[in-house]
Every structure is written in structure tokens, then in C-alpha cells.
């Protein structure tokens, strides 16, 4: 079975723009999370999807935005982009609603803001 | 509110035994998750305590203590491969709150 995926590994962007980030669930897995990792504040939850609805929200600024689709896959976007936006987003997917303790991440995408 | 407390680096030789602390404090506790960070890469679940004990896999084993709101990794005959960060989890509200992880160097 194929792990997540996330696609792009690696973006750069300016301060100003925004950014879509993709991921890709485990097949059959419906819950999809997503976090920021930084070296200051570590792992920090973003939100969770689960067919197609946001169930949790962390404590993040509303220009942290995302969705899910029908098929499980799910983005997330990050509008009018800041220095302290570049970090390491995970995303993460589990077969049970509401962030279960064993959770599959994919290898992040890698975003510097310059 | 919830906080997590690991330390940030532990330094141990091959062949050896390490533990690496985490005390919590949540309103709410639904059990204690440990996750393996190689540099660079995914996080990877390794285990999960719902109930006070020991719980063994392979050269891993984890344990809890809800009265202590304490719980630990301890990792047996420490190889090379080791080398990276550990993360201890909690669940609250239906998000996965992590700690800020700790180093592990494993020295030859």
C-alpha cells in the first residue's frame, strides 16, 4: 500500500503570495491533518479533515486555509505568505475520525518564504 | 490547555539502554503516543500507552503513569540507526499536541 504523498517537496515563495500544498492520503484512510514544523515551536497542529469536513482547527491565523475532496486527498493553502510561514508542513492520515494516536505522515513540503 | 515536557537532547553510546522522559499536563487524558523523527524525514509512529504499564516492541517499550502524568521511552541496545528525534503525543480536543521532541545521539 502506498504511503502519503506530498506534493511539492520543496517550494520558494516571496512575502505577499500564497501557496497550495498537496497530500495525498494512505488508500482507505478518510482523516487527513496537517501540521507546521518549525525548530522554535516544533510540531504543531494545523487542522483535520475528515470526508470532506474540517472537524478540529489549531490555533493558526485565518490565512491558514484548507480542504478536502471527495477521494481524501487534501490541500492546504497559505495566503499573503510571512517570513515566519517557511517551515516543514506534514501532513498526516489515519482511517479513524478526530486525529487518532497512530497517525502516517507523508515527508512534508519544505517552505521558504523569502 | 496542554503542555508537554521531553528534554532536548540525550546522548548515549551503541549497545546501550536510553530513556527519554515526557510529563504532561491536559485537561482530559486519553493516552500517550511516541513518534521517531529522523532528520529530514516523516515523523513515525512507535507506540501508544492508553493504560498504565509497559508496553513492549522489540528494542522499544513505553510506559505510562497516569497518577505521575508521566511517561517515558526507553530504548534498548541502541544502534547507529537510532540517531534522530522523539516526539511524545497527548490528544486533546481531537488534535495530536506534541511535544517539542528530544534529540538522540547514539556515539559508536
Known amino acids: 500500500k502506498a504511503g502519503v504523498t506530498q506534493t511539492p517537496r520543496y517550494l520558494i515563495k516571496t512575502r505577499g503570495q500564497q501557496v497550495t500544498l498537496s497530500c495525498s492520503p494512505i488508500?482507505?484512510?478518510?482523516?487527513v491533518s496537517w501540521y507546521q514544523q518549525t525548530p522554535g515551536q516544533g510540531l504543531q497542529f494545523l487542522f483535520e479533515?475528515?470526508?470532506?469536513?474540517?472537524?478540529n482547527k489549531g490555533n493558526f491565523p485565518g490565512r491558514f486555509s484548507g480542504r478536502q475532496f471527495s477521494n481524501s486527498r487534501s490541500e492546504m493553502n497559505v495566503s499573503t505568505l510571512e517570513l515566519g510561514d517557511s517551515a516543514l508542513y506534514l501532513c498526516?492520515?489515519?482511517?479513524?475520525?478526530?486525529?487518532?494516536?497512530?497517525?502516517?505522515f507523508g515527508p512534508g513540503t519544505r517552505l521558504t518564504v523569502l | 490547555g496542554q503542555s508537554l515536557e521531553q528534554p532536548s537532547e540525550v546522548t548515549a553510546v551503541e549497545g546501550a539502554i536510553v530513556q527519554i522522559n515526557c510529563t504532561y499536563q491536559?485537561?482530559?487524558?486519553?493516552?500517550l503516543s511516541w513518534y521517531q523523527q529522523h532528520d529530514g524525514g516523516a515523523p513515525t509512529f512507535l507506540s501508544y500507552?492508553?493504560?498504565?504499564g509497559l508496553e513492549e516492541t522489540g528494542r522499544f517499550s513505553s510506559f505510562l503513569s497516569r497518577s505521575d502524568s508521566y511517561g517515558y521511552l526507553l530504548l534498548q541496545e541502541l544502534q547507529m540507526k537510532d540517531s534522530a528525534s522523539y516526539f511524545c503525543?497527548?490528544?486533546?480536543?481531537?488534535?495530536?499536541?506534541f511535544g517539542q521532541g528530544t534529540e538522540l545521539s547514539v556515539k559508536p
Open positions: 491536559t485537561s482530559g487524558f486519553y493516552g
Open positions: 479533515y475528515f470526508s470532506e469536513t474540517q472537524r
Open positions: 488508500s482507505g484512510h478518510r482523516s
Open positions: 498526516a492520515s489515519s482511517s479513524v475520525a478526530g486525529a487518532a494516536w497512530e497517525q502516517f
Open positions: 500507552n492508553g493504560l498504565d
Open positions: 503525543a497527548v490528544l486533546q480536543g481531537g488534535k495530536l499536541i
